[in-house]
Each structure stands twice: as C-alpha cells, then as structure tokens.
C-alpha cells in the first residue's frame, strides 16, 4: 500500500500513479466502516451542499461561458486529485474512465456543446471551485451571490474537516497494519 501521497501531487501527470493511489484510497475504505462514518457524513453534506449551489452556478455558466473564447474547461483540470478522490469514495461511487493520453491544454474529455457531462457534484474539486473573472463578475451582481457565497464556503469548511478526518483515520489505519516492533 501507497500511503500517504502528498495531496500536492498531480495525479494526471501518470496513469500509474493515479490508479495506485485510488486503490490505496478504495483499501481504506474497505477496511473499517466505523472509523469512515464520519468522513462518509461529511461527503454527503458536501454533496449536497454543491446541488443546492449548482442551480445559481448552472443560470452564470448558461449566460458567460457561450460568449467565452477563452476555454477555461481544459483536459488538465477534469482530473480528480487526491482529495476527489477521497470525497468520491466516501460518496460509495467510482470515478470516470480517464483518457490519459489527452494533451492537458485540449478541452476537457467531459465537455460537450452543452457543457459538461458530468453532474456537477461529481465534477473534480479544480471545476467547482473555479470560476473566471467574467463569470464570477456576473455572479457577484446577482442578488442571490451573498448566499451563494455563504453556501460555498460551508461546502469549503466541510471539505477540510472531510479531509482532516480522513487523514486522522489513515493515521490510525496505517499504525495498525505497521508491523510490530
């Protein structure tokens, strides 16, 4: 087992990597379903926290991005990281297929005429998290932008305390498969 990889590391860069580091991920949470509780409450409320967002974002994107020629959605950013990777399994789901031989700077594998493929509470964390300066001009002159704005950094919050828990219970995880000295 592989563990732990720096959450700094871009896991798109190799196929190899990406694919050890899901499984080491997926070992966790096979293991002990007890310890996982908390971080698997935690995943829900941020998913959920992003479909209640989404509908704010979704009427922003429908507006600026048609008019962008400046594709923000590149092959790079589709990529889920480490902590996707965590919040995407304590979720109970798989993530997507990649096509890793796709250039970074080509638009993003998920990206149709219509916008993205995937539900937006299952897109990498680098896709919900962002949004361009045109984009988020027009969101901060809506007037639903100040709860939009307290809801995602709820969801933000919920996150590090995701990822604070996941790290103290692979802590504990690895500490008791160490061999004995």
């Known amino acids: ?9 871009d ?3 190799s ?3 990406y694919y050890r580091t899901l499984d080491s991920i997926k070992e ?3 293991s002990d379903h007890i310890k996982l509780q908390k971080i698997k409450i935690l995943a829900q409320r941020i998913k959920e926290g992003i479909e209640n967002i989404s509908p704010f974002i979704q009427h922003s994107t429908e507006i600026i991005c ?4 400046n594709i923000c959605c590149i092959n790079k950013h589709g990529y889920y990281s480490y902590e996707d990777l965590i919040y995407v399994n304590a979720l109970g789901l798989e993530p997507p297929g990649y096509d890793f031989t796709r250039d970074d700077s080509a638009p993003c594998q998920f990206l149709s005429g219509k ?8 897109r990498p964390s680098g896709c919900n998290w962002y949004f361009c300066e045109d984009l988020l001009d027009y969101m901060e002159r809506r007037p639903e932008y100040g709860s939009f704005d307290n809801e995602l950094k709820d969801i933000a919050e919920l996150w590090l305390e995701m990822m604070s828990e996941f790290e ?5 995880y690895l ?3 160490s061999p004995k000295h």
């Open 1 to 9: 087992m592989m563990f732990p990889i720096s959450s700094e590391e």
């Open 11 to 13: 896991l798109h860069l």
């Open 15 to 17: 196929e190899n990597l």
């Open 28 to 30: 966790i949470f096979d």
């Open 66 to 69: 048609p008019r962008c020629t």
């Open 115 to 122: 916008g993205c493929i995937m539900d937006r509470s299952m």
């Open 168 to 172: 103290r219970v692979t802590s504990i």
């Open 175 to 177: 500490h008791q498969r």
